[in-house]
T-cell receptor
Framework: GESVGLHLPTLSVQEGDNSIINCAYS??????FIWYKQESGKGPQFIID?????DKRQGQRVTVLLNKTVKHLSLQIAATQPGDSAVYFC???????????????FGTGTQLKVEL | DGGITQSPKYLFRKEGQNVTLSCEQN?????MYWYRQDPGQGLRLIYY???????QKGDIAEGYSVSREKKESFPLTVTSAQKNPTAFYLC??????????FGQGTRLTVV
């Protein structure tokens, strides 16, 4: 959930290394999860999503892992590049199946810094 | 092209004034949201609307008001009751159970 008043945690990685960004979500009934990337001064952009009936999903250079037992979500970025530097947010959506409506809730976010 | 548009990109407000931020989407999405983002921090939900003519308060609704008279539009008014309105405001829309599409944001500054 949100950490009002706290600054974003930062993850620094070397170019070419793999990055792992973690997120704890709050609603055990959530059935849809999304990772967003936000560059400075812009709106968040969709990266990858996963539904609760899966525990892993892969995209281009990105993998999302879902552990429903501990309500944990992670984003893995392979061969991190300077263009990956941004803030990354996870989001959960209770969706229609759980009766939670359509209220999208964001995690605190993590600042990823790629060092050359 | 379908998308979500916020305007203006930059907005300046004098203390004591109300200002309205525009958000329009042509994605035919039912749900729309307003978030506030302060420097170096995450997104905080102000208001959201799941259907036309209905909206709910988010976590930080005090000092803000919204309306949802049309499916495509969800304007946010920052009232004089909001004591610290300087922030980056983001509007988003979703279809039920789906990903959110964001606008490019409005940066509001009190002068």
């Amino acid at each position: 959930g949100e950490s009002v008043g706290l600054h974003l945690p930062t993850l620094s990685v070397q170019e070419g290394d793999n990055s792992i960004i973690n997120c704890a979500y709050s609603n055990s009934a959530s059935d849809y999860f999304i990772w967003y990337k936000q560059e400075s001064g812009k709106g968040p952009q969709f990266i990858i999503d996963i539904r609760s009936n899966m525990d892993k999903r892969q995209g281009q250079r990105v993998t999302v892992l879902l552990n429903k037992t501990v309500k944990h979500l992670s984003l893995q970025i392979a061969a991190t590049q300077p263009g990956d530097s941004a803030v990354y947010f996870c989001a959960e959506n209770p969706g229609i199946l759980t009766g939670g409506g359509n209220k999208l809730t964001f995690g605190t976010g993590t600042q990823l810094k790629v060092e050359l | 092209d379908g998308g979500i548009t916020q305007s203006p990109k930059y907005l300046f407000r004098k203390e004591g004034q109300n200002v309205t931020l525009s958000c329009e989407q042509n994605l035919n999405h039912d749900a729309m949201y307003w978030y506030r983002q302060d420097p170096g921090q995450g997104l905080r939900l102000i208001y959201y609307s799941q259907i036309v003519n209905d909206f709910q308060k988010g976590d930080i609704a005090e000092g803000y008001s919204v309306s949802r008279e049309k499916k495509e539009s969800f304007p946010l008014t920052v009232t004089s009751a909001q004591k610290n309105p300087t922030a980056f405001y983001l509007c988003a829309s979703t279809q039920r159970g789906g990903e959110a599409f964001f606008g490019q944001g409005t940066r509001l500054t009190v002068v």
